[in-house]
T-cell receptor, first 110, second 113 residues
Framework: GESVGLHLPTLSVQEGDNSIINCAYS??????FIWYKQESGKGPQFIID?????DKRQGQRVTVLLNKTVKHLSLQIAATQPGDSAVYFC?????????FGSGTKLNVKP | DAGVIQSPRHEVTEMGQEVTLRCKPI?????LFWYRQTMMRGLELLIY????????DSGMPEDRFSAKMPNASFSTLKIQPSEPRDSAVYFC???????????FGPGTRLTVT
C-alpha cells in the first residue's frame, strides 16, 4: 500500500481524549460530504458520510457535524486510540464528483 | 472479499516509456474510479466509470493518459509516454449502486526517472 508524505497540519492528542478534525469546504452547492482515513501505506478508508440536508450524524465513536452557513465540516472521534493515528481527509461532492481536502494528520500519543 | 486489487504496487520506469496500471474492483461494484495523489495536489479524481462506461474524464491531465474498462472486473490506466511529473501514487476505487461509499485499493507508487 502507498501513501504520500504530504506537509499536513498535525493534530496531536493524548490516548483516550476526544479529537476534533476540521475541514472548510468551498462550494455551497455540494450535496454530500465524506470523511476518509488514510493510514500510512494504505489507500483511503471510508469513515462516515453526511448529506447536505443534515447537520449531524453519528457512527461508532465518530460524529460528523456540518455547518452549511459557514461551509464547515468537522469529525469528532471519541476516546481516541493509537489505531486512529492517520491522515484524515474530508471530501465534498457535487453530483458524482469528489473533491478532497488536503488532509489533517492525527497523532495519538500513548 | 479481497477488496480492490491494484497491480503493480510499485513501478519505476524511465521517461518516455509506456506505463500500464491495473485494477480489479470489488465484485458486484458498478462504479470504478481512478485517482492520483501527490504532495503538491493531494488526491485528485482522474476518471470514473459506471457499468464499464467512462462517465467523466475531465480530471485526466492530458492526452498521454488513457483509461479503459473492458469488463466489470478489470480496468487499466495507461500513460504513454510517461514523464517525471507523472510520479505519484495512483489509486483505484470502486463502489456499489452510488458513487459515494468508495472502497480504495492499496495504490500503485509510480516513479518516472
Amino acid at each position: 500500500g502507498e501513501s504520500v508524505g504530504l506537509h499536513l497540519p498535525t493534530l496531536s492528542v493524548q490516548e483516550g481524549d476526544n479529537s476534533i478534525i476540521n475541514c472548510a469546504y468551498s462550494n455551497s452547492a455540494s450535496d454530500y460530504f465524506i470523511w476518509y482515513k488514510q493510514e500510512s501505506g494504505k489507500g483511503p478508508q471510508f469513515i462516515i458520510d453526511i448529506r447536505s440536508n443534515m447537520d449531524k450524524r453519528q457512527g461508532q465513536r465518530v460524529t460528523v457535524l456540518l455547518n452549511k452557513t459557514v461551509k464547515h465540516l468537522s469529525l469528532q472521534i471519541a476516546a481516541t486510540q493509537p489505531g486512529d493515528s492517520a491522515v484524515y481527509f474530508c471530501a465534498e461532492t457535487r453530483g458524482p464528483k469528489f473533491y478532497f481536502g488536503s488532509g489533517t494528520k492525527l497523532n495519538v500519543k500513548p | 472479499d479481497a477488496g480492490v486489487i491494484q497491480s503493480p504496487r510499485h513501478e519505476v520506469t524511465e521517461m518516455g516509456q509506456e506505463v500500464t496500471l491495473r485494477c480489479k474492483p470489488i465484485s458486484g461494484h458498478d462504479y470504478l474510479f481512478w485517482y492520483r495523489q501527490t504532495m503538491m495536489r493531494g488526491l485528485e479524481l482522474l476518471i470514473y466509470f459506471n457499468n464499464n462506461v467512462p462517465i467523466d474524464d475531465s480530471g485526466m491531465p492530458e492526452d498521454r493518459f488513457s483509461a479503459k474498462m473492458p469488463n466489470a472486473s478489470f480496468s487499466t490506466l495507461k500513460i504513454q509516454p510517461s514523464e517525471p511529473r507523472d510520479s505519484a501514487v495512483y489509486f483505484c476505487a470502486s463502489s456499489f449502486s452510488s458513487p459515494y461509499e468508495q472502497y480504495f485499493g492499496p495504490g500503485t507508487r509510480l516513479t518516472v526517472t
